[in-house]
């Protein structure tokens, strides 16, 4: 028969413990609890469980973002077209045509017709019906009197040949030249008059140029004063006249 256990005493706790001291015991487990608080707030960042910086560091690799890249194609291929050029020699160069007129007479070269004198010059006389000027002079005159001056160079009005040339003071005309010219394909001869005498510049059968000096303004023949009495003969016989013909192909003076 087991012993019989001695029973129990309950010793009710007394409540006479002072006020003031269960006072003190709590603020100290107040103070206590704050000062853990406020150590573990302010631990700085590299305090951090050594842990938790390694857990982060060894992160996946397929986690990571790698560097970005562009894929090339090799059937991308660029063609390069050129333009084709081919190579010639240079055209020789034209050569320069020559001039054929004077100095003096201060013609275009190549012109095809041009009047007997640069610039204006005075008209003394019409082409047509007029009065006798002097005894033995024709009424009907068919040609053009022009009055540059005594002794002014008298020029080609177109290339040609000299058909007929005096020189000599024998009356009628006095020092004169006829020329024959191709004009528009058509025969045309020019007569200069009264040409001061030991001025011809030209002869019988020449090769003239346009704008090449005959002679000089005179007053040989039947002549009442220094001028040059010009006529165009067409077909080398016919005059007409010379004013319209001239301003036709040469312009006005």
């Known amino acids: 028969m087991p012993p019989r256990r001695a029973p129990r005493c309950w ?10 001291l269960r006072q003190s015991a709590a603020g ?7 000062a853990l608080l406020t150590v573990s707030v302010s631990l700085p960042a590299h305090a951090v469980n ?4 390694d857990t982060l560091g060894s992160a996946s690799p397929a986690s990571r973002v790698g560097a970005q ?14 333009d084709g050029y081919t190579t010639k020699a240079a055209p020789p160069k034209p050569k320069p045509r020559a001039a054929v ?26 082409y047509g019906p007029r009065e006798a000027p002097c005894s033995g002079c024709s009424t009907f005159h068919k040609g053009l009197d022009m009055n540059p001056g005594a002794g002014t160079p008298i020029h080609a009005v177109a290339a040609g040949t000299v058909r007929f040339a005096i020189a000599y003071d ?3 005309l006095g020092v004169h030249v006829i020329l024959d010219h191709k004009v528009d394909g058509r025969l045309v001869s020019s007569l200069y008059g009264h040409m001061q005498e030991g001025s011809l510049a030209v002869s019988q059968g020449q090769s003239v140029a346009v704008g090449q000096t005959l002679g000089q303004v005179g007053t040989t023949g039947q002549s009442t004063g220094p ?6 003969l067409l077909d080398g016989a016919t005059p007409t006249d010379p004013y319209s013909w001239l301003v036709q192909r040469a312009g006005q003076p």
């Open 50 to 53: 050594a842990d938790s910086v």
């Open 170 to 172: 024998n009356g009628g």
């Open 28 to 34: 100290t487990a107040a103070m206590v609890l704050t």
């Open 227 to 232: 001028h040059l009495h010009f006529e165009i």
């Open 101 to 126: 007129a004077s100095a003096a007479a201060g013609a275009t070269s190549g012109a095809a017709v041009r009047w007997p004198f640069p610039g204006r010059v005075p008209i003394a006389g019409g």
């Open 11 to 20: 010793v009710p706790m007394s409540s006479g413990i002072p006020a003031t």
């Open 69 to 82: 890249t562009l894929p090339v194609s090799n059937a991308s291929t660029v063609t390069i077209v050129r």
